[in-house]
């Protein structure tokens, strides 16, 4: 089942997808629990997906452009000196908030830096009872699972 959870200080809500019973279409389950997790999470709110072996950005993506919404991604599986700077993540998330956008960090799992700056600038949006925030913004916080051996492992 798709779980949500909030903490108050952080004000997260999250998409559990480590339920999958073999049945179906892995990735139609992503796309329904997404969907759901969009229609539920309020804005303010970050929507945390766990899924294993499957990247739901392009779930997201798909779901994004069947709702005529804008995808801003910052992807922090990249080499460190590829990866947008904090300045930049934090504008393009203000960017994002405040025109609707969706805002999405891949490969969360790979740098706690980024998930700091994102918790402080929710904090800071709450503080400020979401002024600013448009109602059909939403941040989505994506971590990788990976269930099968890596090639470091053999």
């Known amino acids: 089942t ?3 959870t909030s903490t ?4 997260f809500d999250t ?3 480590d339920d999958h019973n ?3 279409n892995r990735t139609d389950t992503i796309r329904t629990k997404l969907e759901k997790a969009v229609i539920k999470v309020q804005p303010g709110r970050c929507i945390i997906a766990i899924c ?3 990247n739901p950005i392009s779930e997201i993506e798909l779901l994004a452009h069947m709702t005529q919404k804008k995808v801003y991604a910052v992807d922090c599986g990249l080499k460190v000196r590829n990866r947008p700077k ?3 993540i934090a504008a393009a998330f203000v960017e ?3 025109s609707g956008y969706w805002f999405t960090v891949l490969h969360a799992n790979k740098s706690i830096g980024t998930l700091n700056l994102l918790e402080n600038l929710m904090k800071e949006l709450r503080e400020k009872n979401l002024e600013g925030v448009h109602e059909e913004s939403r941040v ?3 971590c990788l699972l990976y269930t099968s051996p890596s090639p470091r492992d053999s």
Not at 8 to 11: C, F, G, I
């Open 52 to 54: 294993n072996d499957v």
């Open 96 to 98: 994002a908030v405040r």
């Open 8 to 11: 108050s200080m952080a004000t």
């Open 140 to 142: 989505f916080i994506c």
């Open 22 to 24: 073999g049945r179906g």
């Open 86 to 88: 904090p300045n930049q």
């Open 2 to 4: 798709t779980r949500f």
């Open 15 to 17: 998409v559990d997808n």
